[in-house]
Structures are given as structure tokens and as C-alpha cells.
């Protein structure tokens, strides 16, 4: 699936760390089978992100705008094509070191906030550190940061089922966050969220990805949301193009 990128090195640390980091997916193609038809989603699509970008991508309803984030969040193997992080292809990875190397280089905000009803916010928030093997002590104090900085420093020990809408998605958000992730992909992080709440779940996003300079790629039909991100693009007939 490489056509020269050098593979990357076994484990979460397959790409070199720092917010100098380029990300770079070439080529990517992913269709899908139904009965004996093959339908192909991503043509072909070609995007560099420089560090720090904010891009949000638009486009119609089953356009693959999820399939694409699912490739980028390397949930998915594309067909063909490379996705690259500092040059390593990360799909030279095997499933357990992609899901290591995931885990700990990319944040993911879904328009679901997909958080353990069992476990309070502050144990939601830990996850991918307690995940990372990183010591009770610092995932806690990681996940502590991350909620204050969303705002919920008050409701630390509240379960999901305790929370607002709006305040279990800044969760999610600081679930994302908690790793210091290269990248950072949310797939319609307010879809779910009525207008205020949603816009008050957008400013913490933005705000906190800015301050922190994570690169970001935001899928959304919301195009006021897109409106406020320094690039667009649309995805259409499987490829992007400038919006």
C-alpha cells in the first residue's frame, strides 16, 4: 500500500513526536461490498495537514465524510493509499501497535459522546491513559487538567447519567484531549446537542484545541461551524476539493 514512505517502527511512538508533525493521506481509496456489487466511497483522495491546521470538512449526506474521518482516526484500512504521520506509514502497523500508536496520537470527538455509563467523568477522561499503561497518579491528574479546562471541574466524580448533554460531550472532549494527541478528528461533535448547547460544546472545543495546537479535522453539516475553521473542505464523488 506504500509507494515509498518508509514503514513506520513498531508501537504508539511510529512517528516522531512535536507539533511539527505533517500528516498526509495519499491516494486513499475504501469501497465496501454489498451482495456483488462493489461500491466505492473514497476515490482517490489526496490531503496534507500541516501542524496546528483546523480544517472542516462538508459535503451531503453519504458522502463518506465518516468513512474518511474513520481512515484518518486509522479505525478503518483504506483499500489502497497511505496514510503517513511524519512520513511513516502508519498502516504498516499490525493491529495491536495501530491501536497502541491510535490510542496515544489521535483524539477522537464522535457525535455520540460514547462514554461508560458505569465509570464518573473523571474515569471516562483517564481512559486512554490508564489505556497507555501510564501510572494511576498521572492519568489522574491528566484527566483532572482536561476537565477544568472544559469547564467541569465541579462534576469530577458525576456519572454520565448525572450529566447534562452538553457537559457529557465536554467530556468526550476531554477524553480526546487527555493524551496530547497529534491529531485530533471529531465527527459532528455537536450534531447531537440542541443550538446553545451546541455552540457553547463548539467553544470549548476550539478553544481548547487552539491553546493545546493539535492539528484538527472537523466533519460537520453545520456550515456556520465550518465557517469558523481557516479551511474547508468539501468532499464530493469521493474526492475533497477546496469549499
Do not use: W, Y
Not at 476515490?43 to 474518511?68: E, I
Not at 480526546?176 to 497529534?182: C, E, G, I, R, T
Amino acid at each position: 500500500m506504500s509507494d515509498g514512505a518508509s514503514p513506520a517502527p513498531a508501537g504508539a511512538d511510529a512517528a516522531p513526536r512535536g507539533r511539527g508533525l505533517a500528516i498526509e493521506a495519499r491516494g486513499v481509496c475504501r469501497s465496501f461490498a454489498r451482495g456483488r456489487e462493489r461500491i466505492e466511497v473514497l476515490k482517490g483522495v489526496d490531503l496534507r495537514l500541516g501542524p496546528g491546521d483546523q480544517v472542516a470538512v462538508v459535503g451531503a449526506s453519504g458522502a463518506g465524510k465518516s468513512t474518511l474521518l474513520h481512515v484518518l482516526a486509522t479505525l478503518d484500512r483504506p483499500t489502497s493509499g497511505d496514510l503517513l504521520f511524519g512520513g511513516h506509514d502508519v498502516f504498516a502497523l499490525d493491529d495491536r501497535d495501530l491501536a497502541a500508536f491510535r490510542n496515544r496520537r489521535i483524539g477522537l470527538v464522535f457525535q455520540f459522546h460514547h462514554l461508560l455509563p458505569e465509570f464518573s467523568a473523571l474515569e471516562n477522561a483517564m481512559m486512554p491513559a490508564v489505556l497507555a499503561g501510564l501510572p494511576d497518579t498521572e492519568s489522574r491528574r491528566r484527566a483532572t487538567d482536561m476537565l477544568s479546562e472544559v469547564g467541569l471541574s465541579h462534576r469530577l466524580h458525576h456519572r454520565p447519567g448525572e450529566l447534562s448533554g452538553g457537559e457529557q460531550q465536554r467530556v468526550a472532549v476531554a477524553r480526546a484531549l487527555v493524551m496530547s494527541p497529534d491529531l485530533v478528528l471529531a465527527d459532528e461533535p455537536t450534531g447531537n446537542l440542541d443550538a446553545d448547547t451546541g455552540g457553547a460544546v463548539e467553544e470549548v472545543l476550539l478553544r481548547v484545541h487552539r491553546e493545546r495546537g493539535a492539528t484538527l479535522v472537523l466533519v460537520t453539516h453545520d456550515l456556520d461551524l465550518a465557517h469558523r475553521l481557516p479551511r474547508r473542505l468539501r468532499l464530493q464523488a469521493g474526492r475533497l476539493e477546496a469549499a
